[in-house]
């Protein structure tokens, strides 16, 4: 039987309840909501005088209405030590929702640690130590002694390179400006620690190098482009499932022609019509379905290419558009590098940057030649240039919004095809103009601020790797799961296993030792191969259970948090509840770090390297905030001024404060200059040359299934938290994997039968969920299962710069097992909206 | 079916124009309660009505067929698989009930007999009648409301119960106890 919460009656928020703001920490969109909290022995009434929203409660409202909750929104938790009700909703005022809440930010209540419902019980709420055998919890002072000795035996002033950093570098959840700050400075700043990875990839480098060194940030537009626009050229995302009310509330707009008066409004000399959509995935996914819905499906065109040819797709677009001269001409003659090459191929650049004509020489593609390759109708690509470029009435240029996500920056050759497909929206003069833009729709906000990192190098270390090979002696995690979330990771967990059990050992012998008998004990076990883990996260994480030493965080809502979402919107969120226990913010934890290593330090003799721990006075993550954000970016966003914009707050960057309010900007290069040394941006001169990374193109032909991979829904941002959340768990007590049936029925598979997947590289195991609109031998696995990670079974090969290719992974499948118990209840349906 | 269809197309007129409808969309009961149960002051648990939505022989195979529970702003439907299911009632275990209001944002289900699912309009979401209401896709946090159901000896059908909570109201029993 489905699960069902059994609940029928909420309480009521009283009209003098405690209202914050809050924007949802799971994904990039960052919907507003808002937290009320009262006293637990309170509570409002049916009444409209009696309740938050002013309306009587004892009738039927309507739908859409303000003035209703679900359960999933309502817990008890503690604030200021004391237990209060919680209600978060959505709030619809707030522009980027407008009310509207998804299947994970709508849960964020639920997903509270609460000792009086019992919800997220796995959150961490002591530091624990290695000790007795296992873990026991203790004090801060204890837990960071250890990690500060153990980690001062293997730094040096100007050689830190024995410690290893995995560390987060995002915004919402634990992120934010606040925390990649106090990391950022006690790693980069007290420390120059170049052997450092980010949370979902092996180095420490950018997922999107090659746009920015065309002069174009990432995340360039604003969300209301998707109603002003002509066309969304989609690629390698799955929009209504990974950033939903982006598209519920902007694309589907722009979609239906909701927002034709908005163009009429804004864009006054030209003709408008409701925006064609083109989805660049060799898979169906819902967001597909879902266009053809809104949309119709004659205005919705699906090229579903063989996986890992973008490139060649992007390059044959440019070459065709270029030809029919359906360019901006103006824009490129005032914007854009005109001499040849402005940045040759090397080391860095994985190909040249620099003019137009260099450019439209090296990604020269026939369109017979392109839709070879990639699997597609020469008509089907000549159409999708239309859509993109071909002028509307009068000569007017199109306008095209280009959202991508992991599909390209996780697939074949990630330089050359992002860079490619900038180059059509360069062409097109689609960046920094109403209804355009060459868009990151990304996964958690951003919220980075951390000192300068060039010391780390270009290509940048490949972490994973070195520790599979036995670098590293001290490594530092920073709410990162490489277990779940690495490449190569069945090699990866044997190794790491190995090597930390070696100091566990050590410490088990050392049981009752003193401390520096202890430390003693575990440096010799590090000299003879093994690795000291230190831990810092909410939950007890899977690489967490090789750890020596884990300190609790807190994250949003537990702590002041401030963060940006996919068009730069910036917002605090407000603590509206205590953390777990002794949970600090990861900002805090940092600067308690460095004081131990200051203090160690300065006792072992090295005072002039103890100094570089100085400067972590802060009493809370509102010092952080001014230490980092506020004294780097021009001394104008504080708490009050961020508080007072409310759920809407700012578009970064701020670039004033005026009567009262923070001043914003609402697209990036609005001016037509560009993020390069001369302002001018530059084409990607990328020829397609086939599968990138090593081991791939032999992978493919030795096996049967292409193992795609990605997100769902429901399984998303906040996959920590809901590996303990009923209702999630429930759906997918297991990774599904979507498989043709008849490719099933030939490995004699059903519905919710648990198969391993197996390749070369190891193996994994997912529940068969029957596709039918499947292609053969092509399925898709969802990503970062705590229960069968995907990465088990993609090679170590990366694309240049270090950046993993996960989508590109073949394997052969077998059966392992009939539906287990808690799979047999479960829908198997299309996932896919049919109406009557 | 009708009524499905025509749910359909509110449903998409409301999503155009953003504006509110849930109960309105509705529903005159098809068939009329027969009782309700006297509310029992200062219960520990709601106290549902026991209402007679139908009989088993108006039950036509894959025919939502239009109830409202437990009062008439709240729609629903019975519905007549043709195979025993979780929840379900009558000699072949094949009845069951579900809230047709979205637990997302309140827009009407409309039920498509081919997959046996009720769909939503406004967001796409899918929700699976022959496996308990299990949202297969979708935006709620909560799976679709099914009605606790009785069959008396006489083939009469009987609701008295929601497994979760109905869109638009903090208290399924409206104003009840």
């Known amino acids: 039987m489905a699960y069902k919460r059994q609940i029928g009656r909420l309480p009521i928020i009283p009209a003098d309840a405690k209202k914050q703001n809050v924007t949802c920490h799971y994904c990039i969109v960052g919907c507003g909501y808002h937290a009320y909290s009262w006293p637990v022995n309170k509570q409002g009434g049916t009444a409209a005088d009696s309740n938050a929203f002013g309306v009587n409660l004892s009738e039927q409202q309507p739908a859409e209405t303000d003035a209703w909750y679900a359960p999933s929104m309502y817990n008890i938790v503690k604030q200021d030590g004391k237990d209060v009700h919680l209600v978060i909703k959505p709030d619809k005022d707030c522009v980027v929702n407008s009310g509207l809440g998804s299947v994970r930010g709508a849960r964020m209540a639920e997903n509270r640690r609460s000792d009086v419902t019992g919800t997220q019980q796995q959150r961490l709420t002591d530091p624990m130590v290695w000790r007795y055998g296992t873990w026991q919890p203790t004090s801060w002072d204890d837990a960071l002694d250890l990690v500060a000795q153990v980690t001062a035996r293997f730094i040096q002033k100007d050689n830190e390179d024995q410690l290893f950093v995995s560390m987060f570098d995002h915004g919402g959840s634990a992120g934010g400006y606040e925390n990649t700050w106090g990391t950022g400075k006690l790693y980069f700043g007290s420390m120059k620690v170049k052997h450092c990875r980010i949370h979902n990839r092996p180095a420490y480098n950018s997922e999107v190098h090659s746009t920015r060194d065309m002069g174009v940030g990432e995340l360039n537009y604003c969300y209301e482009d998707y109603e002003l626009t002509d066309a969304i050229f989609m690629v390698g995302a799955n929009s209504l499932e990974t950033q939903t009310n982006l598209y519920l509330n902007h694309m589907i707009p722009g979609m239906r022609g909701d927002s034709l008066g908005k163009k009429k409004q804004e864009l006054p000399n030209e003709a408008h019509a409701a925006a064609k959509v083109i989805i660049v995935d060799p898979r169906r996914t819902t967001t597909v379905n879902a266009c053809e819905e809104a949309a119709g499906k004659e205005n919705v065109l699906h090229l579903a290419l063989n996986s890992g040819t973008d490139l060649a797709l992007f390059n044959t677009l440019f070459t065709y558009i270029a030809d029919q001269g359906w360019v901006d001409s103006d824009f490129i003659k005032a914007s854009t590098f005109q001499d040849g090459t402005a940045q040759p191929e090397d080391a860095a650049h994985p190909c040249a940057l620099g003019s137009l004509e260099l450019a439209r020489e090296a990604c020269k593609m026939s369109l017979a030649d392109g839709a070879k390759i990639c699997g597609l109708a020469e008509a089907d690509i000549v159409k999708a240039a239309e859509w993109i470029a071909k002028p509307k009435e009068g000569g007017v240029r199109r306008r095209c919004v280009f959202p991508y996500e992991k599909g390209i920056i996780w697939g074949n050759d990630n330089y050359r095809t992002i860079g490619a497909l900038v180059n059509i929206g360069l062409l097109t003069g689609n960046i920094g103009r109403p209804g355009g833009g060459v868009v990151r729709l990304g996964g958690h906000q951003e919220g980075y601020m951390r000192p300068a990192d060039g010391f780390i190098g270009r290509p940048a270390p490949y972490i994973d790797d070195l520790l599979i090979k036995g670098g590293g002696k001290v490594h530092h995690i920073w709410a990162c799961d490489h277990y779940k979330t690495t490449l190569n990771a069945t090699e990866f967990k044997r190794v790491y296993n190995r090597r930390s059990n070696l100091v566990k050992e050590a410490m088990d012998a050392a049981a009752g030792k003193s401390r520096a008998e202890l430390v003693d004990a575990i440096v010799a076990a590090i000299e003879a191969g093994g690795l000291f883990s230190v831990n810092v996260d909410i939950i007890h994480s899977q690489i967490g259970q090789a750890a020596h030493v884990i300190l609790p965080a807190v994250e949003s809502g537990e702590m002041n948090l401030t963060s940006m979402n996919g068009e730069r919107r910036m917002r605090l969120t407000e603590k509206y509840m205590d953390g777990p226990g002794a949970a600090m913010p990861d900002c805090m934890i940092a600067a308690h770090l460095a004081q131990h290593l200051e203090r160690v330090l300065e006792a072992a003799g090295q005072g002039d390297y103890a100094k570089q721990f100085q400067g972590y006075n802060w009493k809370n993550e509102e010092d952080a905030f001014m230490d980092g954000y506020y004294a780097n970016t021009g001394e104008i966003v504080t708490y009050d001024r961020l508080r007072a914009m409310g759920n809407n707050g700012v578009q970064e960057p701020v670039t004033a404060f005026e009567d009262g309010k923070l001043i914003g900007t609402k697209r990036l290069y609005a001016d037509g200059t560009f993020g390069t040394a001369d302002k001018k941006a530059r084409f990607c001169a990328g020829a397609w040359r086939g599968l990138e990374a090593p081991g791939k193109t032999a992978e493919k032909e030795k096996f049967t299934y292409l193992i795609n991979n990605g997100r769902s829904n429901i399984n998303w941002q906040n996959w920590f938290l809901d590996q303990d959340n009923d209702f999630v768990i429930d759906r997918y007590p297991y990774p599904f994997i979507e498989m043709n049936p008849e490719d099933m029925a030939e490995l004699g598979v059903k519905a919710g039968d648990l198969v391993e997947v197996v390749n070369d590289a190891g193996a994994t195991q997912a529940m068969a969920y029957p596709t039918p609109t499947a292609k053969r031998k092509e399925t898709f696995m969802l990503f970062a299962a705590p229960s069968g990670a995907q990465g088990n079974v993609v090679n170590n090969g990366t694309n240049t710069l270090i950046l993993p290719n996960y989508k590109q992974t073949w394997g052969d499948i077998r059966k392992i097992s009939d539906a287990p118990a808690a799979v047999k209840h479960l829908s198997f349906k299309s996932k896919e909206y049919k109406p009557a | ?177």
């Open chain 2, 1 to 177: 079916m009708k009524r499905c269809r025509n749910l359909v197309e509110v449903g998409r007129r409301q999503f155009l124009r953003g504006s509110s409808l849930a109960a309105t969309g509705a529903v005159t009961a098809a068939v009329l309660p027969s009782s309700k149960a006297e509310a029992a002051g200062n219960a520990a648990l709601l106290t549902y009505p026991s209402n007679r939505l139908a009989n088993l022989s108006d039950l036509t195979l894959d025919q939502p067929m239009d109830v409202s529970y437990p009062d008439d702003e709240a729609p629903g439907v019975l519905i007549k698989l043709g195979k025993a299911v979780e929840g379900g009632v009558g000699p072949d275990g094949d009845v069951v009930g579900f809230s047709t209001v979205c637990p997302h944002k309140g827009f009407p289900l409309g039920f498509n007999a081919e997959t046996k699912t009720l769909n939503c309009p406004g967001h796409y979401s899918v929700f699976d009648v022959e496996a308990g209401g299990q949202q297969t896709f979708g935006h709620a946090t909560q799976n679709l409301p099914q009605y606790v159901l009785r069959v008396d000896d006489k083939g009469d059908i009987y609701a008295e119960g929601v497994d979760e909570l109905l869109y638009g109201r903090l208290s399924n029993v409206l104003g009840g106890n």
